[in-house]
């Protein structure tokens, strides 16, 4: 339709679609007459303002009046049969707009090993350490020899571990292998924080799995001390359980350090009365650290006498623990939804 007949022949195809438009009974109709006589490529509208090219300058005029009136008639129109359609559906049942976006179902979030994990993440990277990871299937060069625990060493025997190939490939038995990897290929100065599954022979029970996240840290520089492994990891404890947490530190013995301390806060479940995840004593064993053995910075590479650094490891599992309060190590490795609804 190039041109309508006069004004009369244009009022009269609006009054038609105003009509059909009125007693529309769906919004799929609605939306079929929408398409027809406002917004389609070969709408009426549309049709009728291409025609305007062949008219004279003051019949464009008039014309063009009268369709911006005639849109502005239909767009009413349909707003007022949305509505009359709305309020049916409302009378009817519940109306929903299937062309909105659905919002998103409540399927779950982070599992409490994620959450924790990525937590110390964004503590360690705030304080200039990397992210690394390393592979689960380890060779025994990585995993005990460049950690200092040759063959002989007594070490060995307490780590229970499960071998792919005995004597050389095995399921890493902590994440040390990945610091030994690091060292071995980087040089230092070096800060980096390596989360990850570890592997070892245990009896499952409340307390221990053969499957369990560790928490590997390390730095290598200059002139470093144990002031500032105590420093790092007080603050790093404040961030994961409060201002208010207490921490001990005490010496101990690991192969991988020297000295070595391990440090604890007071058992979160009985404020140091004592009870049975703490196994009476008041307080929980979180991490062990200390100085990097020349030894281990020797095999890697890295001339001791220049270098230093601490390293710390922690089992995640009884970190979680102590932060959510589980008690059983087990729930954390059994597909219990509770952990992840």
């Not at 998103?104 to 200039?128: E, L, S």
């Not at 100065?189 to 009896?203: D, H, K, Q, Y």
């Not at 029970?205 to 369990?212: D, E, P, R």
């Not at 979160?268 to 062990?288: M, N, P, Q």
């Amino acid at each position: 339709m190039a041109k309508v007949a006069s004004l009369d022949d244009l009022q009269e195809l609006i009054k038609t679609a105003e009509q059909k438009i009125s007693l529309s009974s769906n919004l799929k109709e609605l939306n079929d007459y929408k398409l027809e006589y406002i917004t389609g490529k070969k709408s009426l509208l549309n049709r009728l303002t291409q025609g305007l090219k062949n008219l004279t300058e003051s019949e464009k005029k008039s014309y063009g009046q009268e369709i911006n009136a005639a849109k502005e008639t239909l767009n009413s129109a349909i707003k007022g049969a949305e509505e009359r359609i709305h309020r049916n559906y409302d009378e009817e049942g519940e109306w929903f707009d299937v062309s909105l976006p659905v919002p998103k179902a409540p399927i779950g979030h982070m599992a409490p090993d994620t959450q924790v994990i990525r937590q110390m993440n964004a503590f360690f990277t705030y304080h200039g350490y990397s992210v690394a990871e390393g592979p689960e299937i380890e060779t025994d060069e990585y995993n005990f020899e460049k950690t200092n625990l040759p063959k002989d060493h007594p070490a060995r025997d307490l780590q229970d571990t499960i071998y792919i190939e005995s004597p050389e490939v095995l399921l890493r038995t902590h994440t040390s292998s990945v610091e030994t990897r690091i060292l071995s290929s980087h040089k230092p100065p070096l800060r980096f924080v390596v989360p990850g599954v570890s592997f070892r022979n245990e009896i499952i029970n409340q307390s221990n799995h053969a499957i369990f996240y560790q928490y590997q840290g390390v730095l290598v520089d200059k002139d470093v001390s144990l002031a500032n492994l105590k420093a790092t990891l007080n603050e790093f404890a404040k961030f994961l359980y409060g201002d208010k947490v207490k921490t001990r530190f005490r010496t101990k013995y690991y192969p991988e350090v020297e000295p070595g301390a391990g440090m604890d806060i007071l058992c979160r479940f009985c404020s140091g009365t004592g009870c049975r995840i703490c196994k009476d004593r008041g307080w929980i064993e979180i991490l062990g650290s200390g100085i990097i053995h020349r030894n281990l910075l020797a095999k890697s590479g890295i001339d001791w006498k220049v270098w230093s650094g601490f390293a710390f490891g922690m089992g995640l599992d009884r970190i979680i623990m102590t932060k959510f309060g589980i008690t059983d190590i087990r729930d954390l490795h059994s597909g219990n939804l509770v952990f992840t609804q």
